[in-house]
């Protein structure tokens, strides 16, 4: 089960990563001013599409290198991986944090990264894998 101090721990260990709260509070890391992972509380309408009652524990947000890599995450875990309407057409999947692996968020945040990080900062990172 991960945590945001998992997540923290991934995404700051990245260079160029700083921690911001959201317009809300949330945390958020941003990699050279843009957003790669964040904290994503789901908002009435998301519950509503849905079709939860409750937020169903911690929700994080993920940038993904394009939508086939999103759709792929959607379909071969989809007790993990998620999505909302809000994010149609956008390189991004919702996370349920408690039901990731440790091994697999640090994947997750690492890839996300890859997929905001200027090419030059990006050059300097070995690719996982």
Known sequence: MATWDDVRRHATALPGVAELPTF???????????????????????????GWAEQPGPVLGARVPDLGAKEALLAEEPDVYFTTPHF??????????????????GELVSEAWFARAPATLAKTVPRPG
Do not use: Q
Request: net charge neutral.
């Open 88 to 105: 149609d057409g956008h390189a991004s999947v919702l996370v349920h944090l408690e039901r990731i692996g440790a091994d697999e968020l």
């Open 24 to 50: 809300g509070g949330a945390a958020s890391w941003k990699v050279k001013g843009k957003l790669f992972v964040w904290e994503r509380p789901l908002r009435p309408r998301d519950l509503t599409d849905l």
